[in-house]
């Protein structure tokens, strides 16, 4: 009995609501079609993935380094002196912190991937909604679903689906895009002719200090890491300096108990 009137009430709940969308206009998009349509959107993308995968080459290489340190750590620490081992464990924990920091300048919430993407793929995304909104205006759809999103759609009818006419939208205002980036640019172009020799040379003067900026910092990055070759260089002429004498130490110890040996022999 329970089950029956179960049935009853699940019955009434889906005419209600077929009569209640009677009066509904509902439309629907293929957001992944829709994007992979837009040549704009495959270059963000294209571009997108390169930068990650120049990311992650890098980080991957600082990790072999530090994989490099710990296993020549291992290798020599019997013919170093505690104070050298301590001084490498040290820069391997700062190695490890410098490749912590980096991962997360790399993919960290506000990471330049996250800045990145907001800069190439949002605006396209933008300008898809901004159509889907225009469309849906026009033509008074109640509810525009995206099939390509989690919401799952046991049977779509093909007349309801409004990729297309997104996609034309698009298009036309790219076309209106790009003729107002050409007046713009022209514009600009007859301002620039027009400029007086004065603002010229100041805008001459502002990219040499913007210049000079960037030589600076590039130059200060140099001698950092400079500093850090001739530091690591010295301290590897220490390592072998201590090697040749430990070894020299052990040669030193073999003659001498070879000629006790020999001096043994000779008395006897």
């Known amino acids: 009995m329970k089950k029956i009137s179960f049935t009853f009430v699940l019955l009434l709940f889906a005419v209600g609501v077929s009569v209640a969308q009677k009066n509904q206009r509902i439309a629907y998009i293929d957001m992944d079609y829709i994007l992979q349509s837009i040549p704009q959107y495959i270059e963000a993308q294209n571009a997108l993935d390169d930068k990650v995968a120049k990311w992650r080459s890098n980080l991957d ?3 072999r380094q530090i994989e490099v340190m710990k296993t020549d750590l291992a290798n020599e620490k019997a013919i170093l002196t505690q104070d050298l081992i301590e001084e490498r464990e040290e820069d391997i924990q700062v190695k490890q912190e410098a490749l912590r920091k980096l991962e997360s300048l790399y993919f960290g919430p506000d990471g330049d991937m ?46 309801h689906d409004i990729s297309s006419l997104v996609l034309k939208l698009i298009k036309i205002d ?31 003067k502002k990219e040499a200090i913007k210049q000079k900026k960037v ?13 850090r070759e001739a530091r690591l260089k010295a301290r590897e002429e220490k390592r072998r300096l201590l090697r040749e004498k430990k070894e020299a130490l052990k040669k030193a ?15 006897n």
């Open 61 to 63: 290489k600082e990790a």
């Open 114 to 159: 996250y800045i990145l993407r907001k800069k190439l793929i949002q605006p396209i995304q933008d300008q898809v909604y901004n159509a889907v909104q225009t469309i849906a205006s026009r033509k008074k759809y109640d509810f525009v679903f995206d099939k390509s999103s989690e919401l799952v759609m046991l049977y779509s009818n093909k007349k």
């Open 174 to 204: 790219v076309k209106k895009q790009d003729k107002r980036d050409k007046i713009a640019a022209k514009k600009k172009l007859l301002t620039e002719e027009g400029q007086s020799e004065e603002a010229k040379q100041r805008a001459a």
């Open 215 to 227: 030589s600076d910092r590039e130059a200060k990055l140099k001698a950092i890491n400079e500093k």
């Open 253 to 267: 110890k073999e003659e001498k108990k070879k000629q006790e040996e020999n001096n043994s022999k000779d008395k």
